[in-house]
């Protein structure tokens, strides 16, 4: 069994044939699928989601990109899912992106801080997005004593791998991995220790090769994990127990999705 530990199946790109992408990959060898709601309009798809499949999960929160979206209104919505869908086992993505800067740096960091805080009243791990703020990102972790979540989709080097784990966070490779193989992710790859490592899509974003530039899924998440358990060096069976055990771990050990199963 695989796992999409971060997709977003709420957006648009899979309006037309939504059912038929969870179903291929449900019905295939996809054991978990965990969607991720990134701003306001995407929150009631997601729920909706996660009550209509058994294994699928969702994680809500606002993206870096639209941080100037955060209000007291959003606030509000946010955890009126959280409280009523215990489904939602995780806060996110949330982070800092300074290379679009889609939202001011400045509010970028206090929104993050905001979300870190409000992910820990309701005891979620978060899923971070950062992209060429590495430093900031670290300090706003630290600062705020975070220690539950996962660095999604990781773009940095083996250093700063260290640095992430040794704060609690747990490493999701994406289908990046598997364009061209640049020396830094091949580290990355081979550091991360076994209980930390998460695998993901991003769908529809970031399609792996042989579907690179195509819509991804949550199907594709398999190349990912090949190539994954090649730059180790080690059978892929152990690198899907392996992410199987630590996606348990981290979403689905909290109890809004111990409840969540009990319904
Ligand atoms: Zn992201
Ligand atoms: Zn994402």
Redesign the pocket.
């Given at each position: 069994m695989f796992i999409d530990s971060?997709c977003?199946l709420e957006m648009e790109s899979f309006k037309k044939d939504r059912d038929e992408v969870i179903k291929r990959a449900l019905n295939d060898n996809i054991l978990y699928i965990l969607t991720?709601g990134?701003e306001e309009k995407y929150f009631k798809t997601v729920s909706e989601l996660t009550k209509q499949y058994k294994n699928l999960y969702g994680a809500i929160g606002i993206h870096p990109h639209n941080s100037t979206q955060l209000n007291e209104h959003t606030e509000k919505k946010i955890k009126e899912f959280l409280n009523i869908n215990k489904k939602i086992v995780a806060y996110g993505?949330i982070g800092l992106d300074f290379f679009k800067n889609y939202s001011p740096q400045n509010i970028q960091r206090e929104v993050f801080i905001r979300q870190v805080l409000l992910a820990k009243d309701f005891e979620l791990p978060i899923i971070i997005?950062s992209r060429d703020a590495k430093e900031d990102t670290l300090k706003i972790l630290k600062d705020t004593k975070a220690t539950k979540g996962v660095i999604?989709?990781y773009s940095y080097n083996k250093e700063y791998a260290k640095k992430f784990l040794d704060l609690g966070f747990y490493i999701s490779i994406s289908g990046t991995i598997t364009y061209g193989k640049k020396q830094d992710a091949v580290d990355v790859v081979r550091y991360i220790p076994m209980d930390r490592l998460l695998s993901e899509t991003?769908a529809p974003?970031l399609a792996p090769v042989p579907f690179r530039g195509k819509r991804n899924e949550p199907l594709y998440v398999k190349y990912t994990v090949e190539t994954i358990a090649q730059l180790k060096g080690i059978n892929i069976e152990e690198v899907k127990i392996a992410i199987f055990e630590n996606f348990k771990n981290l979403f689905l050990n909290s109890s809004n999705a111990n409840e969540g199963n009990n319904q």
């Open positions: 971060h977003h991720v990134t993505e997005h999604h989709c991003d974003f």
